[in-house]
Nanobody, 126 residues
Framework: QVQLDESGGGLVQAGGSLRLSCAAS????????MGWFRQAPGKERDFVAR????????VHADSVKGRFTISRDNVKNTVYLQMNSLKPEDTAVYYC???????????????????WGQGTQVTVSS
């Protein structure tokens, strides 16, 4: 069973930085895609970034491009989300997600992913 454990959330002032971690276990992830999503109160769960584990290929949402960076550490089996220049509108619960690569599209849709972490709260004050 795939297990994803997020950490690194917290309260930060606008312009600050945080690094989220997602420790993955239970599988060999070479054929997996890993994603970060976020959900603000009363809103849908939105795509933030994704990475193909085997190649390290990444895609970031336009809203975070140039500020956030997704990466992975193959030795530690951990996916990271480095968040710089944070804005109050980045406030949300951030979720790590994972699934096997079964198709070449749909990766920005949260419905693609079967495995989810418990979420970590990020709050950016103005």
């Amino acid at each position: 069973q795939v297990q994803l454990d997020e950490s690194g959330g917290g309260l930060v002032q606008a312009g600050g930085s945080l690094r989220l971690s997602c420790a993955a276990s239970g599988r060999t992830f070479n054929n997996y895609i890993m994603g970060w999503f976020r959900q603000a109160p009363g809103k849908e769960r939105d795509f933030v970034a994704r990475i193909i584990w085997s190649t390290g290929s990444t895609v970031h949402a336009d809203s975070v491009k140039g500020r956030f960076t997704i990466s992975r550490d193959n030795v530690k089996n951990t996916v990271y989300l480095q968040m710089n220049s944070l804005k109050p509108e980045d406030t949300a619960v951030y979720y790590c997600a994972a699934d096997v690569i079964r198709a070449t599209m749909g990766w920005t849709n949260p419905n693609y992913y079967r495995y989810w972490g418990q979420g970590t709260q990020v709050t950016v004050s103005s």
